[in-house]
């Protein structure tokens, strides 16, 4: 399968539009029909994430892959490793991601060493990306490791983001975990985009419309949204309308 190049100047050329854009997250342990993802296509989605924190199924995976690029072949598949076995060498690229505020180095310097050889013999894009887990953290803060950021700490995050726009990583993620009863508040995404002038990613607890258009006018400029796809795909249309309206 033929590679997309450059899927990180792909992505600024999208942000250059002056719209948000949204990333669907799917999960390779979720058997994710053509119609699904043909639906996220039509409904605007911008590309794909694959990626969960738990078990990888490859071939699951592999499929996933298969039906996106069946439906549309230029639609950037990204791999989000939850771990090193999360990077897929048939996605166009991998964010190459750093735990920042997690309390064991694995996740922030460990497994990004382990996987770089491998990253690099598969040829894979990397974009790096500073991931920052926010209260209430769910999954990925359990098992990262992670001390999530409280949600009334917005100068925290700011800090946090500010020192992953100076260690030179490409795109900063606020993360409230998969699942997640709330959404990255919009106070501390106006402060960090205000603070940072590097992109910034915002996934976890977005379900409605409303929440979307809510956090793109705040300054993310990517949305992520992951359940809703397998919850209640319906609504996709309207939450990726909401952003692309702004």
Not at 139 to 152: E, L, M, S, Y
């Amino acid at each position: 399968m033929a590679k997309i190049n450059k899927i990180e100047e792909h992505i600024r050329r999208g942000l250059r539009k002056g719209k948000p854009l949204h990333f669907t997250l799917l999960d390779p342990e979720t058997l994710n029909t053509r119609e699904e993802i043909e639906k996220c296509i039509n409904y605007g989605t911008d590309a794909f994430m694959l990626g969960g924190s738990l078990r990888i199924n490859d071939e699951y995976a592999k499929n996933i892959v298969k039906a996106i690029k069946s439906v549309k072949q230029s639609m950037p598949v990204i791999s989000f490793p939850g771990n090193v076995n999360g990077v897929f060498n048939y996605a166009d690229a991998v964010f190459f991601m750093s735990l920042l505020n997690s309390t064991n180095p694995y996740w922030i310097t460990g497994a990004q060493a382990i996987s770089a050889f491998d990253i690099k013999a598969k040829k894979i894009e990397a974009i790096s990306l500073a991931y920052i887990i926010i209260e209430p953290g769910e999954t990925v803060a359990f098992i990262g490791d992670a001390k999530p950021i409280p949600r009334k700490k917005e100068e925290i995050a700011c800090a946090y983001a500010l020192s992953a726009q100076y260690m030179g990583f490409k795109f900063v993620y606020f993360e409230a975990g998969s699942g997640a009863e709330e959404s990255v508040p919009s106070k501390m995404i106006s402060m960090a985009k205000k603070t940072i002038n590097i992109p910034l990613i915002v996934g976890g607890g977005i379900r409605t419309p409303q929440a979307a258009r809510e956090k793109a006018l705040a300054g993310a400029d990517i949305i992520v949204t992951g359940n809703i796809v397998e919850d209640n795909i319906g609504i996709l249309e309207d939450i990726i309308k909401a952003i692309k309206e702004i």
